[in-house]
């Protein structure tokens, strides 16, 4: 091809030269912006149960403090934690602190162990896996305690 690109009259441009159709739009993903992939999720999940912890923390400490001030505030704030809304939302805790913990194990082994990226996608999925039989073995227990007083 002559210099500039331009082709020669009875010649036609090799098949590298266009590129193939639809090559400079982006590959796209399902569902997502992202990539959607075990890695996205896991640090998704990992920051959601991360803030959600911090601030049922937050929540604990102030009404504990309460005793201090006046421990009928304290008396009064805790009976309105005995519903069996707050026991659906102790199940989330319980869910999300069993999730962050197995999770921060799993980052744990990508960062300190050598083969960690190579099975960081398999970790993903035993923590889950792990996860859910936990939640299966403590959700039923809890919810029959919840709804039963």
Request: aromatic share 12%; no cysteine; hydrophobic share 50%.
């Amino acid at each position: 091809m002559p210099p500039g690109g331009a082709t020669t009259v009875g010649t036609t441009p090799s098949p590298r030269a266009t590129p193939p159709r639809g090559a400079d739009k982006p590959e796209r993903f399902a569902g997502t912006l992202y990539r959607g992939r075990e890695g996205m999720w896991s640090w998704v999940l990992h920051r959601i149960t991360g803030v959600s912890i911090y601030f049922f923390l937050l929540v604990h400490i102030l009404d504990t403090a309460l005793v201090r001030v006046s421990p009928e505030a304290y008396n009064a704030v805790i009976g309105t934690y005995k519903n069996p809304v707050m026991g659906v939302g102790e199940l989330g805790l319980v869910a999300a602190i069993g999730f962050h913990a197995l999770n921060g194990v799993r980052i744990i082994l990508i960062d300190f162990w050598s083969l960690g990226t190579k099975y960081q996608k398999v970790m993903f999925w035993v923590v889950l896996a792990v996860w859910a039989v936990l939640m299966i073995g403590f959700a039923p227990r809890h919810l029959m305690n919840i709804f039963s007083e």
